[in-house]
């Protein structure tokens, strides 16, 4: 196949537009949670190994975390159990907690793992569990009822205490890609589920990431959820509230820009919310000059 001069420049000119961020972030932790339909659609999981991969081989230090929601939704579905959400959280009995783990442990991640190998990279699977990496207790979340605020128990659903980054570094000092399941563990030894995005947040925190990037199922923040046009490209942390007052953040964002402003306020330079149905959204995030998405940063 012959190769016209014109696109041999526009690959010309996307390298060069590359280079002074490869520069950048060259030595960088990124923090990823991969999730949403990038983890569903074949195609895409492909390209996502591909910008990871990518990112490992120009000198950046990537760290995935990944959920596993709608495989666990699934599975419960398949055993007679019917998936519930607070605030975005799943509520998790101790059946569910043994089915999370199962799904992200024993499934998800393994699938993550042996794809990044099998595309060049050098990936090592963790757990929460792995070297004590996610300390964690019970995680009691508020709800507004009426006029009053309340807290629930929703079960084995964890609140991070610690992390413990000594493998990750370990990990990364040798060359590999560290992937991990969003899995804690209690002080005897109990399993907690951990909102991926949570896990991310934190991780990012204690890693002092230069990015956190959480992969969506949406452009970003949208003014009004039901208008996908109505992107908000750029947060504040002292405006997070308002918005989260205002309904703007609901459901599933909440964790998701919550998660951000842990890791902001931990030392992380940016964090970002971006679609990851877009091909390669990575990359164009990173790489790019407009890149995509919302950015959320410190005041």
Known sequence: MTISLEELSRRAE???EALPYIREFYGKTIVVKYGGHAMTDPRLKQQVMNDIILMKYVGMKPVLIHGGGPQISELMRRVGKEAQFVNGLRVTDAETAGLAE???VGTVNKEIVSLLNQMGGKAVGLSGKDANLIRARKHYPTVKNGSEVQTVD???????TEVNTEIIEVLDAKGFIPVIAGT???EKGETYNINADTA????AAALRAEKLILLS????????PEDPDSLISTIRVSEVPALREAGVLSKGMIP???ACVVALEGGVRKAHIIDGRIPHSLLLEIFTDTGIGTMIVPD
């Open 217 to 224: 199922d949406v452009r970003g923040v949208l003014r009004n």
């Open 184 to 186: 804690g563990v209690g």
């Open 102 to 104: 199962m799904v992200l």
């Open 154 to 160: 929703i079960g084995y659903v964890g609140e991070i």
């Open 256 to 258: 998701k820009v919550e």
């Open 14 to 16: 996307v390298l060069i």
């Open 200 to 203: 991310a947040g934190k991780i």
